[in-house]
């Protein structure tokens, strides 16, 4: 048993009643989702009744249905009640109950009319609408059931804010009469509460109020068909006029307009939150802002169209104090109103605060966390200067996390490059506001990192120890010694000639794992001409999306970004949101053919890294879409050229793939030749002291058969025997040298280290369908043996041999390295 008592229950519905009038025109977002709450499908603009059916299984929605009926039912009476008294305290004005109560009563009736059918509506619409201009003495009844009934069509929400409008016109129509603009009383034919009232020019612009405050309700949510209903609106209003016969109709359209346009504006609420925000700002100050959050205008009024001043600034002071409220404020305003500048102010406030801030590099390291609550993309004003600064952060702290002084020093030249771009960029901005914050900044930081990158060569020089200059396993960054990565010239050549040829074929950039294939797309924009613009995208991060929106969003985020770390910065738009919400790869390639047409004279390269990945996604989605784009952008988009790089060619992979990539040139990616090995082990970098016998530059030449990665993994360990016998005296740092023996010495530690690459490699062979495991095993291990291969071996010989696994013939390991990990394997079963 409930102890609630009839009256209380009956004053909560009422409250309920007055919440959800007040929802309607202040906090429109608020009830958009109150309604999603009731019902996933409901929405502002439905009408509740006709889904009758859904009331025996949705009590919230049968309770919200007979909300809106009282509603729309009491409000005109309430509104006659409150404004008639105030009204007929103008002189020479006479308020007509008669009239007023007569349009009620036909308002009732249309209530009823619009919970009919659309034809029996329809029929009585067209009845009404004639009726209104031929008898005019029935206008009163008449009238109100046409507004219902064209509103009914529409939603019940107008014919809720065309009250409600009517009732300022009427207040409006006071203003009117204090500043002496009555003369043109005989004008016009005032609708809904005005049409008890008399004619005038107030009655003109109190349409122009309804129509104006009903449609600056709906045009935030682009509700043209409400729009349209109070089109009908004052044009039956004309039309009466000129029924009628009226001399003055050029004053009556005058009050309309001047009517309609301040009430789209909502300038009636505009001017006291303008008020009240002038007095938080003026009367809360030293620090006290931040008590004023909860205070701000759109926490009441979600729906101001007008600008209000000193939100953002308060904003952005409250920030230095409570960081956390002042973050909900924003995050508010984004989601929940229509402030999303104001919003956007106030992030480049703070962010602009923080960033000037900085004075140590430790404080450059922190940036990426103290702005990571910023949503992406990042606002107008911040959506090319913001990323950067937040690379850059995480650029140095890449570089602080290294294990020594000069690997340290070394990664400092990544952030350093690129505020260095940055500031040049800058420079060229048409937003002076942008260019002198910002830039400043960027000169504050680079003097920092500058100092930083000093002390850390002294360090490195300090330490009487070999720089460990060698990169093993991750894939190298041009921002680092561009001399670092070594050959494959005749890739970038032939990828060249072959973007540039009048009808570019796909690309495929193949090899086995860790060949450099990564680290040459990476180094293409500084190996390729400019009239070629390459953008690598990673889809192992891509694939990792679930849903085709995802992938789309992860591919365009990683497009632009690529593109504002070229050689000569692209600065690309985002797609629309909306489009890539709705539709995500139709919309992705409206945005590319837009950067194409903003960049003319210019070829892209998409190079799509780890492609195999985008099986996972098809398998994932159960959507060929990605595909399906991938061959529309081969057939349409010209200046379009698209490169897949991954260790399977077309044959390893699902039929399906070759209906898709048609025309494909294949690049394979191979050992390096002798001579650039031997130049990546004696001169990695620039400046680099020869450590090296040349016995032992053979004896890695012997062991690694120029793999780049085992090149790199042998010097790397060979570098670190060397330092550890120098900090044990063993060694004199000037003219310690490494030796065939040091070679041999430290291949068990590379085996180790390089545990990953090796199984992996295992791995793609035991898991291929192409081979019987037991027959693999039993091959290899006759191989190990001194053992030549059999007839019956040679198709299996042959696919080891395109993977590189052995030689042509059969009776030997390309790379002894791979053979003695896969000895130990083999050992251990």
Known sequence: ????????????????????????????????????????????????????????????????????KWLTAVVPIMALLLVAPVYTLVPGHLFSWISSCVIWVGWLIGLFVGRRSNKSRLVLFIFAFFAYLLIPKLSGVVLSMTWVMAFGAASWVVVMVMLFGLVLGIAFDLIVVVFGVAGGMALGVALGLVSGVMFGVAAGMAVGVAAGLAVGLVVNDKALNFAGSMAL?????????????????????????????????????????????????????????????????????????????????????????????????????ITSTNQQKVAAQAISGIAGDILNRCQRLSDIVEIANQLAWIPSPAPKELGIVLPQFLDISQNVRASQEATSPYRKYELLNIP??????????????????????????????????????????????????????????????????????????????????????????????????????????????????????????DLQGAASATTLKGLAENLAQQIIEVARRLPRTVNLPYPDAKKLAEDPFPALQTWLT??????????????????????????????????????NLLQHQRKWILLFSGSHELSELDDYWSDYLINTRALRMTYLQESEAR??????????????????????IQVTRCQPYLVQLVCYEVVELLNRDIRRNRREADTAK?????????????LERGDQYFRELWKSLADSDVYDELRLRNLLRRIIHGETPTQQDKGVVRKLARKEILTPEGNAFQVPLVQKYIEQLLEEE
Not at 21 to 28: C, E, G, N, S, V
Not at 43 to 59: G, H, L, Q
Not at 738 to 750: C, F, G, N, S
Request: net charge neutral; aromatic share 12%; glycine share 6%.
């Open 1 to 68: 048993m409930s102890n609630t008592s009839p009256a209380s229950g009956f004053w909560n519905y009422v409250a309920e009643c007055v919440r959800l009038l007040y929802w309607i025109y202040f906090k429109p977002f608020t009830f958009k989702s109150w309604l999603r709450d009731i019902h996933p499908e409901l929405k502002p603009t439905d009408n509740p009744f006709t889904k009758r059916v859904e009331f025996r299984t949705n009590a919230h929605w049968c309770h919200y249905s007979g909300q809106i």
């Open 233 to 333: 609106v004052v044009g039956l209003a004309m039309t009466q006029s000129m029924v009628f016969g009226m001399t003055t109709d050029l004053a009556f359209a005058v009050g309309v307009g001047m009517a309609f346009i301040l009430s789209v504006l909502r300038v009636y609420f505009w001017l006291p939150e303008l008020l009240w925000i002038l007095t938080l700002f003026l009367l809360f100050r030293n620090g006290k802002r931040v008590n004023c959050l909860r205070y701000l205008p759109p926490r009441f009024d979600e729906l101001i169209i007008l600008p209000l001043p000193f939100m953002d600034v308060m904003i952005v002071e409250a920030y230095e104090k409570n960081p956390i409220a002042a973050c909900e404020t924003i995050n508010y305003l």
């Open 416 to 537: 350093i490059n690129a505020l260095r771009q940055l500031g040049q960029s800058l420079a060229f901005t048409n937003n002076t506001r942008v260019a002198v914050s910002f830039g400043n900044t960027a000169q504050s930081w680079l003097t920092i990192l500058k100092t930083a990158q000093r002390t850390l060569q002294g360090q490195a020089q300090g330490l009487k120890e070999i720089d460990q200059v060698y990169i093993a396993g991750n894939a190298l960054d041009p921002q680092t010694p561009k001399n670092r990565f070594k050959g494959r010239i005749d890739i970038f050549r032939e990828i060249e000639t072959l973007a540039l040829s009048e009808q570019p074929p796909v690309l495929l950039l193949y090899g086995g794992r860790k060949t450099g294939k990564t680290s040459a797309l990476k180094y293409l924009p500084y190996k390729i001409g400019s009239d070629i613009v390459p953008l690598l995208v």
């Open 594 to 631: 837009e950067i194409e047409r903003s960049n003319p004279g210019q070829r892209f390269l998409l190079c799509l890294d780890e492609y195999e990945r985008l099986g996972e996604v098809v398998k994932a989605t159960n959507s060929r879409a990605p595909l399906n784009f991938i061959r």
């Open 679 to 700: 130049d990546l082990i004696q001169q990695p970098v620039e400046d680099f002291s020869n450590i090296y016998e040349p016995t032992a530059v053979d004896a890695i």
């Open 738 to 750: 490494a030796t065939a023996q040091d070679v041999k010495e430290v291949i068990p530690v590379v």
